[in-house]
Structures are given as structure tokens and as C-alpha cells.
């Protein structure tokens, strides 16, 4: 980067790594507040875990079969499933705890007129939203997922070098941004109308229910569907088949699979541009 004579852009770089350190700072004192809050009802919270936890039954009931009556589902080992299943939920679990406000909670501020004041304080919209609330079931499925995971890491055959883990480590970060980057633009839609807070959930569901699978499972076209319209191959087949030393099949967009993690973070980063610009165009319903 080109630096001048007074130094400005450097001064600029300064300015806005402590404006990041401050929201990040207040983000996380906010969090904390809201964690200390929802404690004080420790029954609601324990059972707000559990629930967590029971909701994903079905996947651990999948893991244990999975286990104890197969070697695997398709061409896959059942490490190697049970990896996809770990990844997945994990990633889910850290969404749900960072951007799960974008559906049920901003339905809510919606509706009750709220969302109105977070366009007149000073920080940004999103920001006001993701940390309205902490969503503790999201710990539920988080432990699920980090039990299911570790589960898998000892089953799969995977040689666990520290780039291994690294890789595994960015390809559960970036499904992270790869849910955000569906559920933003719908987030957005959810602004203008409540219709938008249903077809997220459907898309949570598909995700939730298609995204414990190796996609090799599913016919062509399918396969298509949830590698180039509902990117979900990113989140954590193509991860997988890059630590099982695998070649993917998936046409065109094969060659992207090594590179899951920066692809999600990309479609996040477009997701964001849209949220933005949808925030300029944005008019409430009094005008």
C-alpha cells in the first residue's frame, strides 16, 4: 500500500483498527451481559442446553448406527460421514451463537417496531441485531457437534498433521459464513416482509437435514443444487474429501474445493455488500 508524505492512509489504517477494537470490545462486554442475564434463571438456562442437546437426537442416534452397523454410506468411510455430521453442527452451533438473531429475533424487533431505533445509534445495524440476544440452545448443539467431532477425528481416516487441523479448524469457521451468507440476504428481505422468516427456516431445514450427508449419495442433479444454488458442499463434503486425500466429483466447481473456507467467507463478504445496500434503500412501514 502506497503510503504519503503525512502518513494519512496509515493514520486511517490506525483509526479504524481501534474503532474495530472497540466494537469488538463492546460486542463482547454486551454478550457477556447477556449471558449474565439469562442466567439469572438457571433452570430456563440448563434447559434451554438440554434442549439444545435433545434436539439433536437424531443425530447422535445416526452417529451410533452409523458406528455399530455400518462401514460407511456410499463410497464413504463412517469416519468420514461421521465428520461431515461433527463439522456441520459445530459450524451450525457457532452460527446459531453469532447470527442466529437474524431469523426469529429480527421477526420480533420487526413486528414490534424496534428495529426503528437501531438506525439512529451509532453502530451499525447488524451489529444491534446479532447482539439483541444470545441464543443459549445454540451451546446444545455446539456440544453435540464438538462431541460427534471428536468422535470422528479418532475414526476417520485422516493423517492429522497441524495443517490437517488448521484446514479443519478454517472449514468449520467458514461454515459458519457460508449459513450467514444464505440466511443475510433473507435477513434482509425479513426488513420488508415476514414471508422471508419462513423461507429461511426452510432452508435451515434442508441445510440441517441435507448437510449430514455425503452429497455422492444424491442423484446429478441434486448434487448440482447444493454445490451451485445452495452452496452446501462447501460447509463440509468438500472439506472432508480434501482431508480424506479424495478428488470430488462435482463438475466446474471441483476445482474450488481446497478452498471451501475462502469461498464461504467470499459469499458472506457479497452477502454483506447486499445487506448493506438493502439498509440504504431501507424505508419503515410509517415512512
Aim: net charge positive.
Amino acid at each position: 500500500m502506497t503510503v504519503t508524505a503525512d502518513g494519512a492512509p496509515v493514520s486511517r489504517i490506525r483509526a479504524r483498527a481501534r474503532r474495530t477494537a472497540h466494537v469488538l470490545r463492546f460486542v463482547l462486554k454486551a454478550t457477556a451481559v447477556n449471558i449474565r442475564g439469562r442466567m439469572e434463571y438457571p433452570g430456563d438456562f440448563a434447559f434451554e442446553v438440554v434442549f439444545g442437546i435433545l434436539w439433536q437426537t437424531s443425530t447422535l442416534a445416526f452417529a451410533a448406527v452409523l458406528l455399530t452397523r455400518f462401514d460407511g454410506l456410499g463410497n464413504f468411510p463412517a469416519g468420514g460421514v461421521l465428520l461431515i455430521v461433527g463439522m456441520r453442527l459445530m459450524a451450525h452451533g457457532l452460527f446459531t451463537m453469532v447470527f442466529g438473531n437474524l431469523s426469529d429475533a429480527l421477526l420480533e424487533l420487526v413486528e414490534e417496531g424496534r428495529i426503528e431505533g437501531f438506525f439512529l445509534r451509532p453502530l451499525s445495524v447488524l451489529t444491534q441485531i446479532l447482539i439483541s440476544r444470545f441464543n443459549i440452545n445454540a451451546l446444545g448443539d455446539f456440544t453435540v457437534g464438538v462431541t460427534v467431532c471428536a468422535m470422528a477425528v479418532s475414526q476417520a481416516p485422516v493423517d492429522w498433521t497441524a495443517a490437517a487441523v488448521l484446514y479443519l479448524v478454517a472449514a468449520i469457521i467458514g461454515g459458519v459464513f457460508l449459513e450467514a451468507a444464505v440466511q443475510l440476504p433473507l435477513a434482509a428481505l425479513l426488513l420488508r416482509s415476514p414471508f422471508a422468516h419462513g423461507v429461511g427456516k426452510w432452508l435451515d431445514d434442508i441445510m440441517a437435514t441435507i448437510g449430514n450427508y455425503p452429497l455422492s449419495i444424491l442423484p446429478l442433479f441434486l448434487r448440482g443444487v447444493f454445490t451451485f444454488v445452495l452452496p452446501l458442499a462447501f460447509v463440509a463434503y468438500f472439506p472432508v474429501l480434501v482431508l480424506l486425500d479424495r478428488t470430488p466429483e462435482n463438475g466446474l466447481l471441483s476445482w474450488l474445493a481446497p478452498w471451501s473456507p475462502a469461498v464461504c467467507l467470499l459469499l458472506f463478504l457479497i452477502s454483506k455488500r447486499l445487506w448493506n445496500w438493502n439498509l440504504r434503500h431501507y424505508r419503515s412501514t410509517g415512512g
